[in-house]
C-alpha cells in the first residue's frame, strides 16, 4: 500500500465525523485511535468496543500481509499445502525456480519467469490449496486472522467500511458477516492462475462478484514475494447496521 494511502487512512481514523459516530452506536463517551499494525483494531471505545476501519478508493483493499513463514506458523500448513502454495507465491532463489520448472515438467512463461513464481494452473496439486484454504475459512480461523484479531488482543467487534471517492460508509456487523462467510465460502482459482478468491454464491447479476481474495505480493525483482489477502464491500446488505452518505473525511 503506498505512503499516501497509509497516511490518509490514519488521517481519517483521527476525524471527527468517524469518532461522533462510534460514540454515538455504542453510547461511549470517549474513543482511542490505536494506529498499530500490531492489532486488527483501528479504533477502541472507553467502554471496550472495537472497531476496524477500512477507508480505500475502490471496491476492495488489502487487510493482511503476512510472510509465507509467519502464516505458516499461525496456521502449521501440512507439507502438500505448503509446497504448491510455495510455488505460487513464488521465490527469489533462481535455482529453486529451475528446480520447480524441472519438477513438474513444465516450461515457464515469461510472466512467470519475471515474477519467479508459478502459476496455479502449472501446479497438478493446487486444489490441496484451495480446499485448505476453504477448511480454514469454513472453521473461521482465517477469517478471524484476516479480520478480528492478530494475536492475544480482544477481537474487533465491527468493521467501518468508508468510500474515500464516493463518501458513503456502512458500518456492519463483523460476527454476524464472519458467521455468512464461514458458511458460503469455497475458495477458486483464477482463470489465469495468479490469484485465489471467494465469491459470493446469492448474487444473481451478470459478473460473479468477489468477497476475499489472494495474490502474490511483489514483483519478483523488488519487495517480497508474500499472501496478499484483499476484503471486498461487497456484503449483503442484511449485515449492515448503519450507514452514513455525504460522508467525507479528507474534506
Not at 494506529?35 to 477502541?44: A, E, F, R
Not at 524441472?102 to 512467470?112: D, P, Q, R, S
Amino acid at each position: 500500500m503506498p505512503a499516501i494511502e497509509k497516511q490518509q487512512g490514519h488521517d481519517a481514523e483521527h476525524h471527527n465525523l468517524l469518532h461522533n459516530w462510534i460514540k454515538e452506536f455504542t453510547g461511549a463517551t470517549d474513543v482511542t485511535v490505536e494506529g498499530s499494525t500490531q492489532t486488527k483494531t483501528d479504533i477502541i471505545t472507553n467502554n471496550n468496543i472495537r472497531f476496524s476501519h477500512k477507508f480505500p478508493t475502490p471496491r476492495n483493499t488489502q487487510v493482511h500481509l503476512p510472510t509465507l513463514a509467519s502464516f505458516h506458523a499461525k496456521f502449521n500448513l501440512p507439507k502438500e499445502v505448503y509446497d504448491p502454495l510455495e510455488m505460487f507465491l513464488g521465490t527469489f532463489d533462481l535455482e529453486k525456480l529451475a528446480s520447480w520448472e524441472e519438477k513438474l515438467g513444465i516450461t515457464l512463461n515469461a510472466n512467470e519467469r519475471r515474477k519467479r513464481r508459478v502459476h496455479s494452473n502449472h501446479i497438478p496439486n493446487f486444489q490441496n490449496v484451495l480446499d485448505y484454504f476453504t477448511k480454514i475459512t469454513k472453521d473461521k480461523s482465517l477469517l478471524n486472522y484476516l479480520l478480528r484479531q492478530l494475536r492475544d488482543e480482544d477481537p474487533v467487534d465491527y468493521l467501518i467500511w468508508t468510500s474515500k471517492k464516493k463518501g458513503w460508509s456502512n458500518l456492519v456487523d463483523l460476527d454476524s458477516y464472519i458467521d455468512w462467510l464461514s458458511e458460503v465460502s469455497v475458495w477458486e482459482a483464477s482463470k489465469s492462475g495468479t490469484t485465489i478468491f471467494v465469491k459470493d454464491p446469492t448474487w444473481e447479476g451478470k459478473r460473479a462478484r468477489r468477497l476475499l481474495y489472494m495474490q502474490m505480493k511483489g514483483s519478483g525483482k523488488s519487495d517480497y514475494h508474500a499472501p496478499m489477502f484483499h476484503l471486498y464491500c461487497n456484503w449483503p446488505d442484511k449485515f449492515i447496521l448503519e450507514s452514513k452518505t455525504n460522508f467525507w473525511l479528507l474534506r
